[in-house]
C-alpha cells in the first residue's frame, strides 16, 4: 500500500486539496481509518482526508459491506463484490473516459458519466445568464437541450436563470451568446443522458413546421420567414384569444404558416413541401383559421376608422413638420390618402371583368384605397373598388356614403393632403369645409408652373409622401401584393389588406422624413417660400434662351470656382434625401463609358452657368439650366439661385432634378475617385433597341 501525505491530498484518489471542491469529509478515528484502507487499497490514517466523490464511494462501499455481511455469499460473490469495491473511481483516470462514476450529495446518489463537452458552471445561486441573486428559476430541461444542440454546451442540473431569458420554456437566441463555458468536460447523470436521447430521437426527424410550433428554429430564421422575431408573435399570438390548438396544428404553426404565405405569395403546394405538410390544403385551412381570428380577435379593437382615436392621431401621429410647413392647428387632424392596385387573373364573370379591367394599367385590378397619418400610421385600408373609378370618385364616395370617415374627419379646418388625381373632387372637399393640401395644377396654355405654385407643389409633398412609402412597404414586405393574385384570393383582399397594415402599424417604425428633424431645411423651406425666381426673370428679360450659344462639354476641370459641398449641404440645398438620391441617378446618365459629362455648357453672364441637360424620360427632349453661384465658395450658401425650364424648374424651395444632377456633380461628385452609377449592370442592356417611353412632359417624376 502506498502512503499518501496527511492532509495535502485526497486520501483516496491523491487529488491536491486546493483543487478539490464542494464537502470534505475528515478521518476522526483509526476505525474509520482502518475501513478506508481497506476500500482504497491506500494506507488512511487519522486526520486525512477525502474529496466528495471519495467520500461518497466509501460511504457506498460501507453500505453495501453492511449488506452483505447479512447475506451468505458464496466464493464467487464474495469475488465479484470485492472486484467491485476495487474498482471505485479515480482522478487518475484518463480523460473523457466512459467509465461508470458515482456522484453523491448530501440528498441521493446518481451515477454520472464524463463526456467531451463544454459546459458552464454549476450554480445554485445566481442566473448563469446575467448573474443575478434572484427572480430566478431553475432552467427548464427544454433550454438545456436547445444549448446543447445549437451550441454543444452543456448546462448543469439544477442551474438557475432569469424568466426573462425565457420564452416557450426555451432561451431567447440571442441569450446563448452570454453562457459562459468554464469546462471541456462535464459530468452528465444517466437521467439526463436518457433524457437527452429520448428528445434526439423526437425531434431528429421532425418536419419544419413541428419545429415551429415548438420554437425550435433561430429567431433569425424566424424573423425571415414572417417578418416578426419570437417576442412579436406571442404577442400576436395572444391577441388571438379564440384561437385554440388543435390535433393537426397549433396556433403558432398556423400563424407563422399564414405570415409565411404573406411574406413571399408562394403557392399552396410550395409551402406545404417548405414546412412538410401532409396536403397543400391545410395552408388554405390554416389561413382561413387566421383571418377568422384576426377579423374577430384582433381588427375591430385595433384598426380601422371604428377603432381609432381622433384626438390620440393628433397628439401622437402628426408631424412637427406639417405644423410649421401650413400651419394646422393643434386641434385639427390631417389625414394622407391616395389609392393604389391590386392585379389578379381574368375573370369569365364578363361584368366583373369590364368593371375590373383598367384602360390605364391594360390589366384587370382592383383598388384599395389607404388614408394614412402624415407619420406613416395607417389608420384604414377601404374598398377594394372598381379598375375604372378614379381615385376621386373613390374619395367621393368614401364621403358621401361612410360616415367613419365623416365622424373622424369632423371639424372645420380638418386637412385631407392629397395629390392631383383629386382635383375632380377638390370643390366637394371645400364645400364640405375641409382644407386640402395639393401640389398645384398648370393653367391652361402654361408650360411652367409659377414659382410660388412650384414651391407650394414642394411643401406639399413633403408631407404626402407617406402615404407611397407605405405602399412601398407593404408591397417590399408583404409579396403576396406584388404578384398577379388568384381570382378566388379577392373575396378575401380587403381583410387581408387590413391585417398587412395592421402588422405594419403594430410592429414597423413610423415614417419621419430628415426634414422634421433637420433645423436648416426647415428655416430654409419657411424663408423661401413666397420667394420670386428671380433668375427666371433676369433669363425672360434677357432672352437668354433665345441667344445662340456655343456650348461646350463640361468636364471636371471646368468651372473650377463652383462651389464644394457635402452631402449634408447637398440635402439641405435640396431639402430632404429624395432629390439627392434622383440626381445620383439622374447623374448616371450624363456620364459616358470615360466618366466624363455629356451635359453641355455655356457663360452668358460671369458667374451664371447656361446649361444643356437632357429630359429624364424623352430623349430628344433638352432643357436649358441656369445656376447662379457665388466663386470658391464653400457649403449651400454658395448657390445664390437657379431655374430650369421643365414644369417645375421655378421652385426656389428646392430644386428640379435637372439643376439638382449638375449642383451635386460639380460640387461634389467630381472630386470622388469614381461617380456610382446604379445598377450599372443594366445600362447597356437595351442596347440594341432604342426605347422610348411614353411619358407626359410635365411628369412629377421629371421634376
Known amino acids: 500500500m502506498a502512503d499518501t501525505t496527511v492532509g495535502d491530498s485526497c486520501a483516496g484518489c491523491g487529488l491536491a486539496k486546493k483543487k478539490m471542491s464542494g464537502y470534505k469529509q475528515t478521518v476522526s478515528n483509526e476505525e474509520e481509518a482502518t475501513t478506508l484502507s481497506d476500500v482504497f487499497a491506500r494506507t488512511v490514517v487519522v486526520n486525512d482526508i477525502l474529496c466528495i466523490k471519495c467520500a461518497g464511494a466509501a460511504r457506498f462501499a460501507r453500505s453495501k459491506q453492511r449488506k452483505l455481511e447479512h447475506v451468505p455469499q458464496t466464493e464467487s460473490q464474495e469475488s465479484s463484490s470485492s472486484s467491485e469495491v476495487a474498482s471505485q473511481p479515480s482522478h487518475s483516470d484518463p480523460p473523457f473516459q466512459l467509465s461508470k462514476k458515482l456522484l453523491v450529495d448530501n440528498k441521493k446518489e446518481e451515477e454520472t458519466i464524463e463526456l467531451p463537452y463544454r459546459r458552464i458552471t454549476s450554480t445554485h445561486n445566481s442566473c448563469c445568464l446575467c448573474g443575478k441573486k434572484s427572480g430566478f428559476i431553475s432552467v427548464p430541461f427544454e433550454a438545456r437541450h436547445q444549448v446543447f444542440v445549437e451550441k454543444q454546451i452543456f448546462i448543469p442540473k439544477g442551474n438557475r436563470c432569469c424568466t426573462i431569458h425565457l420564452i416557450n420554456k426555451k432561451f431567447y437566441a440571442d441569450e446563448i451568446n452570454n453562457l459562459t463555458v468554464v469546462s471541456h468536460s462535464s459530468l452528465v447523470t444517466v437521467d439526463d443522458i436518457t433524457k437527452l436521447f429520448q428528445a434526439f430521437t423526437v425531434t431528429s426527424d421532425r418536419e419544419l413546421h413541428h419545429r415551429v410550433g415548438d420554437f425550435a428554429i433561430s429567431e433569425k430564421r424566424i424573423q425571415t420567414f414572417t417578418g416578426l422575431n419570437w417576442e412579436q408573435l406571442i404577442r400576436l399570438r395572444e391577441m388571438m384569444t379564440s384561437l385554440r390548438n388543435t390535433d393537426n396544428r397549433t396556433v403558432n404553426q398556423a400563424l407563422v404558416i399564414f405570415l409565411f404565405r404573406l411574406r413571399t405569395g408562394n403557392s399552396n403546394e410550395m409551402i406545404s413541401s417548405v414546412f412538410g405538410l401532409d396536403r397543400p390544403q391545410q395552408v388554405s385551412e390554416f389561413s382561413k383559421s387566421i383571418l377568422k381570428s384576426f377579423e374577430k380577435d384582433v381588427l375591430p379593437s385595433r384598426f380601422g376608422l371604428k377603432a381609432v382615436n381622433r384626438n390620440d392621431l393628433i397628439e401622437n401621429h402628426s408631424t412637427i413638420l406639417l405644423q410649421k410647413l401650413h400651419n394646422i392647428k393643434d386641434s385639427n387632424l390631417t389625414l394622407v390618402g391616395d389609392g393604389t392596385y391590386l392585379k389578379h387573373q381574368k375573370s369569365a364573370n364578363n361584368e366583373y371583368q369590364r368593371r375590373s379591367y383598367s384602360g390605364h394599367k391594360k390589366l384587370p385590378l382592383c383598388k384599395p384605397f389607404t388614408i394614412c397619418t402624415t407619420d406613416g400610421y395607417i389608420v384604414d385600408v377601404l374598398g377594394p373598388f372598381s379598375a375604372k373609378d378614379n381615385d376621386a370618385k373613390i374619395l367621393e364616395q368614401l364621403l358621401t356614403e361612410n360616415d367613419d370617415l365623416k365622424n373622424l374627419m369632423c371639424k372645420a379646418g380638418d386637412v385631407f393632403v392629397l395629390d392631383r388625381g383629386f382635383r375632380d373632387v377638390l370643390q366637394l372637399l371645400e364645400n364640405m369645409k375641409y382644407r386640402v393640401l395639393m401640389p398645384s395644377l398648370k393653367k391652361q396654355g ?67 422624413s430628415r426634414a422634421s428633424t433637420n433645423e436648416d431645411i426647415l428655416n430654409q423651406v419657411i424663408s423661401k417660400h413666397g420667394t420670386e425666381n428671380t433668375l427666371a426673370e433676369d433669363v425672360a428679360t434677357g432672352r437668354w434662351s433665345r441667344r445662340t450659344s456655343e456650348f461646350t462639354k463640361l468636364s471636371s476641370s471646368d468651372v473650377d470656382d463652383f462651389p464644394e459641398m457635402t452631402e449634408n449641404d447637398l440635402i439641405t440645398l435640396f431639402t430632404g434625401t429624395y432629390q439627392l438620391q434622383q440626381s445620383i441617378s439622374y447623374l448616371a446618365e450624363m456620364i459616358d463609358d470615360n466618366n466624363e459629362m455629356t451635359v453641355q455648357f455655356h457663360k452668358d453672364v460671369e458667374n451664371i452657368l447656361k446649361l444643356r441637360v437632357r429630359s429624364r424620360h424623352i430623349e430628344k427632349k433638352t432643357y436649358n439650366c441656369y445656376i447662379d453661384y457665388k466663386p470658391n465658395s464653400i457649403g449651400c450658401g454658395g448657390i445664390q439661385r437657379y431655374y430650369c425650364e421643365c414644369a417645375n424648374g421655378m421652385r426656389t424651395i428646392g430644386c428640379c432634378s435637372h439643376v439638382a444632377a449638375v449642383v451635386y456633380y460639380l460640387s461634389h461628385a467630381r472630386y470622388l475617385s469614381r461617380i456610382l452609377r446604379p445598377a450599372e449592370h443594366l445600362t447597356k442592356i437595351f442596347e440594341r433597341n432604342e426605347v422610348v417611353p411614353v411619358i407626359e412632359e410635365d411628369s412629377d417624376e421629371d421634376s
Open 446 to 512: 402654361e408650360k411652367q408652373l409659377t414659382a410660388e405654385a412650384a414651391n407650394n407643389s414642394r411643401r406639399v409633398t413633403m408631407i404626402r409622401w407617406v402615404v407611397e412609402a407605405v405602399h412601398g412597404a407593404v408591397a417590399q414586405k408583404y409579396k403576396i401584393f406584388h404578384q398577379q393574385l388568384d381570382n378566388r384570393f379577392l373575396v378575401e383582399a380587403s381583410l387581408y389588406c387590413k391585417v398587412v397594415c395592421f402588422l405594419i402599424n403594430e410592429f414597423g417604425k413610423r415614417l419621419v
